[in-house]
Every structure is written in structure tokens, then in C-alpha cells.
């Protein structure tokens, strides 16, 4: 191990007493509050009541907000959205990120309300939001909320992963991209019974260190090891050679029942699972700054 490398390890464990801790219980309530909302489908007044709560969460945190408002083309038009971005500022012009959506599908005629299938993901950002804020940076760490992940009608390359479209193109305009040392979607992470895929689209050495991660923290057990192939909001920086990967619990209920039904609720979550998620990626962290992530291939 390299002196730095020793130095960064050193620096975190003296530092962990003073971290916050993530706590599942806190976002899985969160979830529970954004879920009170209702189905929350893009350019819906639940999503503005969603988005505002998101920014009062952070406010305590302090972390940077980013305006990310765009328009996209959808089926039949174009329709006004937005992303929730904030950004811990680091020192060594390098960047993680962590992300996932906070949009319900639009299901006519059912009280979708999407506990796991964007509750999970917005509750757990924000308390990751949370853990951060008293923890030392040597990377800008960036947290963002997708909107518009759900396709509008039908999922294609043109209808679904909205948000994560705009910002992988717009952040490889500005630089942002080619700083990143690695990005962690999650996506239905809520889940009692939590099983993550081990999806193979993900950027090999990011999903490695995740894993290695989770068995050394003795959470094993939920990160699968049968291959898998998804695509999610990782995928529009994955194409564009970015170091992403996916955490993403795809057997949500017998036969993945719960998905996309008005199954989908709060008493099918667990605090445990957000809170094994919640370890994962802070202690993901501390290895990807201390320099444990292999360095990138030139590729933008």
C-alpha cells in the first residue's frame, strides 16, 4: 500500500467516531414521508411536494445544491422535469457519486404509491445525505435524484431513464464525467427480503470493490453472485464510460409481484436493508478515496 493510501486509511478511522452514522431507521421513515405523498408520476404536483421535501432535508446537511431543471422529449411531446442534485465539496478534483430516482411509474386506475421503486431511493439518499456531512472528503461526493427513471408509456432507448440521460450528457459536457472515480445507482433497495443483483453491465472494478465490501462487513448474503444483466439509471454513464454500477434488488415479492403494483408499500420495507446498503457504500467510500478503485481508462 502506498504512503497516501496509508495516510487516507489513518485519516478515517480517526475520523469515524466523529462520522454520523447511517441510520435505516431514519430512511425508511423518509420513505414513509415521500410516500405519503401518493404516486408521484414526472410533472405531477406529489413530485414537487417530493422535491421540496428532498431540499428541506438537505438544507441541515450542507450540502451544495445543483439546479438541474430540463425539458424531455417524451411519447406524445415534451415534458418539464427536474433533478435533484448536492454536491459535499472534496480536494482532490475527483469525484464519487451516488444516485437513484424519486418518480412512481404512472399507473392509471391504481394507488401506485412505489415504496421500494423510488421511495427507497429517495429516503436512502437522503439519509446517506445525512451520514456525510460530518464526514471527512478527499473526493467531491455528489448525491442525485433522477427524475423521470419510469418510462411515460412504454420502456425504450427513448422512453425511461429521463434524468440520468440529461445529466450523464450534460456532465460530460462540463468535465464532471471525467472526474469520476466511480458512481453507485440503487434502486429498490428497501426490500425485507433484500437480494442484490450482481448486474454485469456495472463497471467491473467498482462492482468488485462493492462486493469485497459487503463480505468483509459480513453482509454477503446480499449481494448475489449469479450473473445478471438490468438496465437502470446506471446504463447512460456506463455508455459513456463512466465507472458505474447498480445496486438493485430485482425479486421484490413471490415472483417479483410487488413491482409495479399497489403492493408496492412501506410494510413490505425493512430498516435493516437500507441500513446494510447505507454501511456498504460509506465504507465503499473510504476505500474508492484511499485509492482502492483500479485507475481509469482514457475514454472520454
Not at 218 to 245: C, K, Q, S, Y
Request: a negative charge; hydrophobic letters at 45%; charged letters at 20%.
Amino acid at each position: 500500500m502506498h504512503r497516501y493510501q496509508v495516510l487516507m486509511v489513518l485519516l478515517y478511522a480517526a475520523a469515524s467516531a466523529a462520522a454520523a452514522e447511517f441510520s435505516g431507521a431514519r430512511a425508511l421513515e423518509d420513505t414513509r414521508r415521500v410516500v405519503a405523498f401518493g404516486p408521484r408520476p414526472p410533472g405531477s404536483p406529489e413530485l414537487a411536494k417530493t422535491r421540496a421535501y428532498i431540499l428541506q432535508q438537505l438544507r441541515p446537511t450542507g450540502c451544495l445544491p445543483v439546479k438541474d431543471a430540463f425539458v424531455a422529449t417524451v411519447p406524445g411531446g415534451t415534458l418539464a422535469m427536474e433533478n435533484v442534485i448536492c454536491r459535499f465539496p472534496g480536494k482532490s478534483g475527483k469525484a464519487v457519486a451516488f444516485t437513484g430516482h424519486y418518480d412512481s411509474k404512472f399507473l392509471p386506475g391504481e394507488n401506485f404509491v412505489a415504496a421500494n421503486d423510488g421511495g427507497s431511493s429517495t429516503g436512502f439518499l437522503i439519509e446517506l445525505a445525512r451520514a456525510l456531512a460530518r464526514m471527512p472528503r478527499v473526493h467531491d461526493v455528489y448525491l442525485a435524484w433522477f427524475d423521470g427513471e419510469e418510462a411515460i408509456r412504454q420502456w425504450s432507448a427513448t422512453d425511461g431513464l429521463h434524468g440520468s440521460r440529461h445529466l450523464a450528457e450534460k456532465w460530460k459536457a462540463d468535465g464532471t464525467l471525467a472526474r469520476l472515480v466511480a458512481l453507485v445507482n440503487v434502486d429498490m433497495i428497501g426490500d425485507k427480503d433484500l437480494g442484490l443483483l450482481n448486474e454485469q453491465n456495472s463497471d467491473a472494478g467498482v462492482r468488485k470493490l462493492l462486493w469485497n465490501v459487503a463480505a468483509d462487513l459480513g453482509f454477503g448474503r446480499h449481494f448475489l453472485t449469479t450473473p445478471n444483466w438490468i438496465e437502470d439509471d446506471h446504463m447512460p454513464f456506463v455508455r459513456l464510460g463512466a465507472p458505474a454500477a447498480d445496486l438493485i434488488d430485482f425479486d421484490y415479492g413471490p415472483q417479483n409481484s410487488y413491482w409495479h403494483t399497489a403492493s408496492d408499500t412501506p410494510d413490505k420495507l425493512a430498516a435493516s436493508s437500507f441500513d446494510v446498503v447505507g454501511k456498504v457504500l460509506l465504507e465503499f467510500l473510504r476505500n474508492a478515496e484511499a485509492g482502492a478503485l483500479p485507475p481509469r481508462a482514457a475514454k472520454q
